[in-house]
């Protein structure tokens, strides 16, 4: 669970991402202008800054060097290559170009915080507990055995904790993009993990969609 | 590097590559030109020396050494050398070239000097007069090279004056098209999310009202945007169409999708450009309707109001995302028509946004089209 910044004018967008984070078990803090995101900078010390770079009082690249050890994700529309290599030259972790996906979104805020150690790495799901660092996996304290895949499943669904995934996407995430099975194959590993960690009512199914991890 | 830039680029090279290879072969043609008409007076020159000595030869055979060799002087002074042989004997040689070329006409370079020279033949009485004429054609060449210089500093000039306006038009034209990209990708931004936001979202139903909310206003700020596209697409077009609009038939279809708007139109017909009038007409009822309160339109002879019972207010505070281009692109389509738009608002009154047709003569459109300028 981390405190992140949200730098964005444009207020529908910033309450989107804040939602959006929310779904993943964090905290955003809205800043609508680089003059309040630096202010928050100081007085709550986030664990990452999502940094428009079109502020209307200032450039988002002062504020990026004025935010020295804040690690910031560049979310913006300036998509063109050379404010791509700028925003990254100037000490950006990731650059986002609007309109993004939001599990894009997602998955660049988990990628960034835990390369920072911020990212939560102890789960647990009812009776179910999962360690990220040690890749083990309990139930009522006993020791559960995944194959690699039903493991990387379950990675997936923490990681987009709280978000829909459709089984398409699903396969990409855990499996990669070389890997041609059938969509029912992630329904019969969503099953042996429903029944081997007894994560029945919180891995959810979405109607005609795919499914959902509720923490 | 942005298209933009590359497509300047590749234009001025072109352009470049136009002007000198027109500016060179105007100074080439001219080099021609001169060098041809040169050559011939050097050889109008060549033949009245050659007549001359001929002359010199029937009349005074005798004679004719000193005289040759005084001619022969006064030609070296004009910066004209002659070398003179009758028969075997040499009457004149003031070329100290050993080797000039064969050939009847021709240039040479002696020294760092460019010289024409020419080989002459003349029968004089039963022997042979041999004329060769070598005239310093240097100032020439110096002449040439300057006018060369001359078309290169001009072709610079040209190239840099038309090189900057063509940098300034297209970023001119580049830059909005650029910006309004841009400007595209939030509203689409707050459509693609809150989209995703309610499909993936483990949300209530509050949140899902919020989400539908957001992407309505964002599909306005879309519009927004293509609005001040459409109009930039007009003006840019340097014509507009003006023809007869029936204003009240417009305003009817606008109020169908807004409800609750009272009409109260006396005017049938205004000259104008039915796209931007109806951008602008939709665009002072929305204000007005997102304002709040009551709203009523009315039109005459005069001009065009629309009235709203609600103060204004800022759209934050209205609940609604800014619509930034709104009024901007009023008083674009307004002054393009030589129109007024005038808003006048009180707590007391209400909001008024009032539209003021322009001269007579262009309230009524008299033909199908009238161009505008």
Redesign the interface.
Same mark, same amino acid.
């Given at each position: 669970m981390a405190e992140i910044l949200i730098v964005e004018d444009?207020?529908?967008?910033n309450?989107?991402i804040q939602?959006?984070l929310r779904?993943m078990g964090h905290t955003g803090l809205p800043a609508y202008t680089g003059r309040e995101a630096l202010k928050a900078v100081k007085e709550k010390r986030p664990a990452l800054m999502l940094l428009d770079l079109?502020l209307p009082d200032m450039d988002g690249f002062e504020v990026m060097e004025k935010a020295e050890d804040i690690p910031v994700i560049c979310v913006t529309?300036? $998509?063109?290559i050379p404010d791509r290599v700028k925003g990254l030259m100037a000490g950006a972790e990731d650059y986002i170009?609007?309109?993004?996906?939001? $599990?894009e979104l997602s998955a660049r805020v988990q990628v960034v915080l835990r390369r920072e150690h911020r990212e939560q790495t102890l789960y647990k799901l009812g009776r179910t507990e999962v360690d990220i660092c040690s890749a083990s996996v309990r139930r009522d304290g006993e020791p559960v055995d995944l194959t690699h895949r039903e493991y990387a499943l379950l990675k997936v669904l923490l990681d987009n904790r709280?978000?829909?995934?459709s089984r398409g996407r699903i396969l990409d995430l855990a499996w990669g993009m070389d890997y041609y099975g059938d969509d029912r194959t992630v329904d019969v590993h969503i099953r042996r993990l429903r029944q081997k960690l007894g994560l029945e009512d919180q891995i959810?199914t979405?109607f005609k969609?795919g499914y959902?991890l509720?923490i | 590097m942005q298209i933009w830039k590359k497509n300047f680029l590749v234009t001025f090279a072109l352009f470049v590559i136009v002007v000198y290879t027109c500016l060179f072969a105007v100074v080439s043609l001219s080099f021609r030109n001169d060098l041809s008409y040169l050559t011939k007076r050097a050889i109008d020159s060549e033949q009245g020396i050659a007549y001359a000595m001929q002359s010199i030869q029937e009349l005074d055979g005798g004679h004719m050494g000193t005289d040759v060799a005084y001619m022969a002087e006064r030609y070296e002074k004009a910066g004209i050398l002659l070398e003179v042989h009758f028969g075997d004997i040499v009457l004149a040689d003031k070329i100290a070239l050993e080797d000039i070329p064969e050939g009847r006409i021709g240039i040479l370079t002696y020294g760092d000097t460019k010289h024409l020279y020419i080989h002459d033949e003349v029968l004089s009485g039963s022997q042979l007069l041999k004329i060769t004429y070598l005239e310093n054609i240097q100032s020439f060449y110096e002449l040439q090279n300057r006018k060369l210089y001359g078309a290169a500093a001009a072709g610079i000039l040209i190239s840099s004056v038309i090189g900057i306006m063509l940098y300034a038009t297209m970023k001119r034209i580049f830059r909005p098209v650029n910006q309004i990209a841009h400007e595209l990708r939030t509203p689409l931004t707050g459509i693609q999310g809150y989209a995703q936001y309610m499909m993936m979202g483990n949300i209530t139903e509050e949140d899902r009202f919020f989400a539908a909310q957001q992407i309505v206003s964002s599909t306005r700020s879309m519009k927004d945007v293509v609005d001040k596209l459409l109009i930039m697409g007009n003006v840019k077009e340097g014509e507009l169409s003006f023809v007869p609009i029936d204003i009240p038939d417009m305003l009817e279809e606008i109020r169908r999708a807004y409800a609750g708007i009272e009409l109260d139109v006396s005017i049938r017909k205004i000259n104008g450009e039915p796209t931007l009038v109806r951008c602008l007409l939709d665009n002072m009822i929305s204000n007005a309707v997102n304002a709040g309160g009551h709203v009523k339109v009315t039109a005459d002879e005069n001009g065009l109001c629309v009235w709203n019972g609600a103060s204004f207010q800022p759209r934050e505070e209205a609940g609604l995302k800014p619509h930034g281009y709104g009024l901007a692109i009023c008083q674009d389509i307004a002054g393009i028509h030589r129109w007024k738009l005038k808003y006048d608002t009180s707590e007391m009154t209400g909001t008024t946004a009032k539209l003021i047709w322009g001269s007579i003569k262009r309230r009524l459109a008299p033909s199908a089209e009238m161009p505008y300028t």
């Open positions: 444009d207020r529908s967008i309450e989107l939602r959006t779904m079109s529309a300036r $998509d063109e170009v609007k309109p993004f996906a939001l $599990d709280n978000i829909a995934l959810k979405v969609y959902r509720e | -």
